[in-house]
């Protein structure tokens, strides 16, 4: 990979989130529901960070109506001076669950673009450092904005909503054009862009499309990586797990345990075995992992099983 993340000074988290705090309604295929859970990718790729140590910090807009009770959980895992108050009724969404894996999300307020575009880097709050390792849920507009502003590593998950067939030009010219450091979808929303090929192919295709890194999401299957160092696509197994009692929010989880990794200096392989662990113990509850509740001996019998 081509740039290794700085080592930053006094209060400035090593990593910041940047992306959406939802109140997620969540709809299991079997019809089983958990309201109000919190969630959002950067909640949930943040928490996964957290797992391995790092307080990161979190760039979101909150709107109105938004639980205290959510409030305190991020204030306990991350530093949050990030988050940006609107005058507009805050994030939620029903988060529906196939049998197959895809997921449906339903907006549940009016106004959800001001959410859905999230912050841009002029609301970097003092503390927060442009040189910091940044995971970026975002389009293609949002993440050349971002990349032109700020100068450390960047882990890229496209907003799911872009990734459709008619996009792959746009993808492209992203990954040939940004200097995006890693760029992780998963295999439905890869298989959008360039056609059902196998993992192996995919990965191929955007390692020849200009990305530096790629580790491809593929649920129960791990993930399929690669950069320079590994002499192709390899893949990471997932982590054993106890069994799965939601799904939402796991691959996020599994982009911010591997960013923690990176900043740690791991190998792209070793980061990605974090992400795997991280996201094992996201799917055993409801909603955002909380750290605190991620024993660190399981952790590490993970991380071997894994490794």
Same mark, same amino acid.
């Given at each position: 990979?081509?740039?290794?993340?700085?080592?930053?000074?006094?209060? %400035?988290?090593?990593?910041?989130?940047?992306?959406?705090?939802?109140?997620?309604?969540?709809?299991?295929?079997?019809?089983?529901? !958990?309201?109000? %859970?919190?969630?959002?990718?950067?909640? !949930?790729?943040?928490?996964? +960070?957290? /797992?391995?140590?790092?307080?990161?910090?979190?760039?979101?807009? /909150?709107?109105?109506? &938004?639980?205290?009770?959510?409030?305190?959980? #991020?204030?306990?895992?991350?530093?949050?001076?990030?988050?940006?108050?609107?005058?507009?009724?805050?994030?939620?969404?029903?988060?529906?669950?196939?049998?197959?894996?895809?997921?449906?999300?339903?907006?549940?307020?009016?106004?959800?673009?001001?959410?859905?575009?999230?912050?841009?880097? +002029?609301?970097?709050?003092?503390?927060?450092?442009?040189?910091?390792? &940044?995971? $970026?849920?975002?389009?293609?507009?949002?993440?050349?904005?971002?990349? =032109?502003?700020?100068?450390?590593?960047?882990?890229?998950?496209?907003?799911?909503?872009?990734?459709?067939?008619? %996009?792959?030009?746009?993808?492209?010219?992203?990954?040939?054009?940004? %200097?995006?450091?890693?760029?992780?979808?998963?295999?439905?929303?890869?298989?959008?862009?360039?056609?059902? #090929?196998?993992?192996?192919?995919?990965?191929?295709?955007?390692?020849?499309?200009?990305?530096?890194?790629?580790? #491809?999401?593929?649920?129960?299957?791990?993930?399929? /990586?690669?950069?320079?160092?590994?002499?192709?696509?390899?893949?990471?197994?997932?982590?054993?797990?106890?069994?799965?009692?939601?799904?939402?929010?796991?691959?996020?989880?599994?982009?911010?345990?591997?960013?923690?990794?990176?900043?740690?200096?791991?190998? $792209?392989?070793?980061? =990605?075995?974090?992400?795997?662990?991280?996201?094992?113990?996201?799917?055993?509850?409801?909603?955002?992992?909380?750290?605190?509740? /991620?024993?660190?001996?399981?952790?590490?019998?993970?991380?071997?099983?894994?490794?």
């Amino acid at each position: 990979m081509n740039r290794t993340p700085a080592a930053l000074s006094g209060g %400035s988290p090593r990593m910041i989130g940047v992306g959406g705090v939802f109140i997620d309604d969540i709809v299991l295929p079997g019809g089983e529901t !958990h309201m109000a %859970s919190l969630g959002g990718a950067a909640v !949930h790729a943040m928490m996964g +960070a957290a /797992v391995w140590g790092e307080r990161p910090g979190i760039m979101a807009p /909150v709107g109105r109506g &938004f639980p205290e009770g959510c409030r305190r959980l #991020l204030e306990q895992h991350l530093d949050t001076r990030g988050l940006k108050r609107l005058d507009v009724e805050h994030m939620r969404a029903w988060q529906i669950f196939e049998e197959d894996g895809r997921r449906r999300e339903l907006y549940r307020v009016e106004q959800t673009e001001p959410f859905i575009r999230g912050l841009s880097p +002029a609301d970097l709050p003092c503390g927060y450092d442009r040189r910091a390792a &940044f995971y $970026l849920l975002q389009g293609f507009d949002g993440v050349r904005r971002w990349r =032109a502003e700020i100068g450390g590593f960047v882990l890229w998950e496209p907003l799911q909503q872009v990734m459709v067939s008619a %996009s792959r030009g746009d993808f492209r010219s992203v990954l040939r054009e940004c %200097s995006v450091d890693l760029v992780s979808p998963n295999l439905i929303e890869a298989q959008a862009i360039y056609g059902r #090929l196998s993992p192996e192919e995919l990965v191929d295709a955007m390692t020849g499309d200009g990305a530096a890194a790629v580790a #491809l999401r593929m649920g129960a299957d791990g993930s399929m /990586v690669a950069d320079e160092t590994t002499g192709g696509p390899v893949r990471v197994g997932a982590a054993p797990l106890a069994g799965i009692v939601d799904p939402t929010g796991a691959g996020n989880t599994y982009c911010g345990a591997l960013l923690a990794g990176i900043v740690q200096g791991d190998s $792209l392989r070793a980061a =990605a075995a974090r992400g795997a662990v991280a996201a094992s113990f996201c799917v055993e509850t409801w909603g955002a992992l909380m750290p605190t509740a /991620v024993d660190r001996l399981e952790r590490d019998r993970r991380l071997a099983a894994v490794g």
